[in-house]
């Protein structure tokens, strides 16, 4: 049999679920016309016992955090610092999608790998390690890794993902000092 008379192979590849472009581009115009708009997430945690507790984000959405077991939770949820990454890579892949819709690229994949580098010698301020400061604690690296398919050559779907990054509001979070302050309620 000679390779000239075997039916070609066809890869389909489907698209992921687009957003809507249209509307994206009135949000853009929006934030070029009002550079300084923001808008608030509120969240309200409620301590459940132990290191568990039920986070109600907006009217319809809970997370539950937890402990591992070596930390003294009941390993029924995600740590806090793996809650922390999970909204990086939420935020990066929200990012990525908006580029790649930008730049009228339709994806077939993407998923998105973190690392962070977290360690807690001060026992959460309960008598650890006391000499420590606020840059020593929390996170002291975070690696992560984009796989992203499309219908865009490896140099364009890079630059979607280094661009998306550049712009990513949690990315920039963790990069950046925030002002931050505390109070009782």
Not at 8 to 23: A, E, F, S, W, Y
Not at 61 to 79: I, K, M, R, Y
Not at 106 to 119: H, M, N, T, W
């Amino acid at each position: 049999m000679t390779t000239d008379t075997l039916d070609p192979v066809t890869t389909v590849k489907t698209c992921l679920r687009p957003i809507d472009g249209q509307g994206l581009a009135a949000f853009a115009a929006a934030g070029k016309a009002n550079p300084d708009r923001r808008g608030t997430n509120k969240v309200h945690t409620v301590m459940e016992g132990q290191y568990r507790s039920i986070s109600h984000v907006g009217e319809k959405h809970t997370v539950v955090v937890d402990e591992p077991l070596h930390l003294f939770g009941q390993d029924t949820a995600p740590a806090p610092g793996e809650i922390v990454l999970s909204g990086l890579g939420g935020c990066i892949a929200v990012g990525v999608t908006a580029v790649a819709t930008w730049k009228g690229v339709k994806l077939s994949r993407l998923e998105v790998f973190l690392e962070g580098d977290i360690g807690n010698p001060a026992a959460w301020g309960a008598g650890g390690a006391l000499e420590m400061t606020p840059p020593q604690m929390g996170f002291q690296a975070v690696r992560v890794k984009v796989l992203v398919e499309g219908d865009a050559p490896r140099e364009v779907l890079e630059e979607i993902v280094q661009h998306a990054n550049f712009y990513s509001p949690v990315a920039n979070t963790i990069r950046n000092p925030v002002p931050f302050t505390i109070s009782m309620a």
